[in-house]
């Protein structure tokens, strides 16, 4: 997410889900605490539409809509608005759904049982370029994993390291997956994040370490 964005910036924001009064409630919470709500979504495809016309700071994705659920909507996101951090807004915790969702880029995911509250700092947090995990779902994440916490690196992040270890540049890397440069940047940094890198080549060491690529 977008780790050089001024504090002072206005986060935007885009709520997307199929029951309208949950959508009405969440974006008044929203916009009395100054986040702009640019746009209201009541299906997967709308939100998607939504999200390309924006490229709002955070996308707030209800786990089950008409036509595109939220797991879709933020996986398409990544190419679509890589910028754009993406939150799952839901009533199911199952560790498949979760681990899924962590692999399509959601940076946040959070409770319908929960407060409007902690749905605001979810929102606060992603647009700060951090992670939000519900407390409830967090032991969910890492059930199975004692050996090191779970690193889900994207499809998309794991082909970008896999051509870097190639020798590839990001001009280069670019151009085979029909990216730009930019885009390429963004992964890189979002893949280093997660991989808790200090560069490239550091990123790299440690996804071929660890398997993620070969």
Do not use: W
């Not at 959508?23 to 008044?28: L, W």
């Not at 997967?44 to 595109?68: K, Q, S, Y």
């Not at 051509?163 to 992964?187: F, M, P």
């Amino acid at each position: 997410m977008p780790a050089n964005r001024s504090p002072k910036a206005p986060i935007t924001c885009v709520v997307a889900d199929d029951h309208p009064a949950l959508v009405e409630a969440i974006s008044v919470l929203l916009s009395a605490n100054g986040i702009d709500v640019v746009a209201r979504a009541s299906d997967g495809a709308e939100a998607l539409a939504a999200i390309g016309m924006h490229t709002p700071t955070v996308a707030v994705l209800d786990l089950v809509m008409p036509n595109l659920g939220g797991i879709e909507v933020a996986r398409l996101v990544q190419e679509l608005s890589p910028d754009t951090a993406t939150i799952l807004y839901t009533d199911h915790g199952e560790r498949e759904l979760l681990v899924e969702a962590v692999d399509a880029g959601i940076r946040g995911f959070v409770r319908k049982e929960e407060t409007l509250d902690e749905l605001l700092r979810a929102v606060e947090r992603a647009a700060a370029g951090a992670t939000y995990v519900d407390p409830l779902l967090a032991p969910t994440l890492v059930r199975g994993s004692a050996a090191r916490p779970m690193i889900a690196l994207s499809p998309r992040e794991r082909e970008i390291l896999s051509l870097l270890a190639d020798g590839k540049t990001n001009d280069e890397v670019g151009q085979v997956l029909h990216i730009s440069a930019d885009t390429v940047r963004t992964y890189l940094r979002r893949a280093m994040r997660k991989l808790a890198a200090d560069n490239r080549t550091h990123a790299v060491a440690i996804a071929l370490r660890e398997s993620f690529i070969t």
